[in-house]
């Protein structure tokens, strides 16, 4: 059993790739989806990059194992002068649901936006996520927006 002490928030390394993996492969496998090998060394890859405009990730990890990935990107918005932040992938492993792992993650984020004078933090989930959503209904406001996108 975990508390939320013993979990550590911290950035995604390079020695991570094989626990990343396997923790994204879980999210992609949550969501009925999966990706090719080199999407898998790319996103590896663009999580590490020093470029503004790619992707960072945090890891949740407890007795030195990863429990947890975030990835997310600040861009810019037409409405704003200041970057925006998009959450695009929040995982934990199944066996620390509920544990607080999620929150600390997004937290982390809402950490990393401030830093960076980012104003907003938004992510997308599906409709029926319903145990994530009781997450989000905590930390984040429900929007009224619905996505649309180009057909396949």
């Known amino acids: 059993m975990i508390d939320t002490e ?10 991570d790739e094989p626990a990343w993996r396997a923790l994204w492969t879980g999210y992609l496998e949550f969501y009925k989806t999966s990706v090719p090998e080199a999407v898998y060394a790319s996103t590896f890859t663009r999580l590490l990059n020093d470029d ?4 960072l990730g945090f ?11 975030v990835h997310f990107l600040f861009h810019r918005h037409g409405w704003r002068i200041e970057n925006v932040c998009y959450l ?3 995982y934990a492993d199944p066996s620390v649901r509920g544990k607080g792992v999620g929150r600390k993650l997004i937290e982390a984020v809402y ?3 401030d830093a960076e004078d980012a104003p907003s933090v938004y992510w997308l989930t599906q409709d029926d996520n ?3 959503r009781k997450l989000y209904d ?3 406001q429900l929007t009224n ?5 180009r057909p396949a």
């Not at 890891?59 to 990935?69: R, S």
């Not at 927006?145 to 996108?149: D, E, L, P, S, T």
């Open 145 to 149: 927006f619905i996505k649309y996108q």
């Open 130 to 132: 319903t145990a994530g």
């Open 88 to 90: 695009q992938d929040l």
């Open 59 to 69: 890891v949740a990890e407890v007795d030195g194992q990863l429990v947890g990935l």
């Open 111 to 113: 950490a990393a936006a």
């Open 52 to 55: 503004p405009q790619d992707f």
């Open 6 to 15: 013993t979990v550590i928030i911290r950035p995604l390394g390079a020695t």
């Open 138 to 140: 905590r930390v984040g």
